[in-house]
């Protein structure tokens, strides 16, 4: 059975920096595209950061281009999302996900998906 766990999730304050983790087992991991999601509070599901299975292709929303930084360690089975700079608005339940499609934004476009890590950003 697959498994997508994230890690790396907390409390911080604005301009602070986090970085996440997610292990995926069960998974041809290196053959996957890999993103990021995240979901806060009485809003929908959006698209933060993919990866395409070699780490040479990444792909950012605009809202985190420039403090974001996806990458993958495909030894490890392992994709990371480091975020940099911290916004309050950047506060909520971030999603690990795994699609069998090269070019994945959209959600379901992802196959798997992890049970989520909270990251709240305080001012």
């Known amino acids: 059975q697959v498994q997508l766990v994230e890690s790396g999730g907390g409390l911080v304050q604005a301009g602070d920096s986090l970085r996440l983790s997610c292990a995926a087992s069960a998974l041809t991991f290196s053959t996957y595209t890999m993103g990021w999601f995240r979901q806060a509070p009485g809003k929908e599901r959006e698209f933060v950061a993919a990866v395409n299975w070699s780490g040479g292709t990444t792909y950012y929303a605009n809202s985190v281009k420039g403090r974001f930084a996806i990458s993958r360690d495909n030894a490890k089975n392992t994709v990371y999302l480091q975020m940099n700079s911290l916004k309050p608005e950047d506060t909520a339940v971030y999603y690990c996900?795994?699609?069998?499609?090269?070019?994945?934004?959209?959600?379901?476009?992802?196959?798997?998906w992890g049970q989520g890590t909270q990251v709240t950003v305080s001012s």
């Open positions: 996900a795994a699609s069998g499609r090269s070019l994945a934004r959209l959600t379901y476009e992802y196959n798997y």
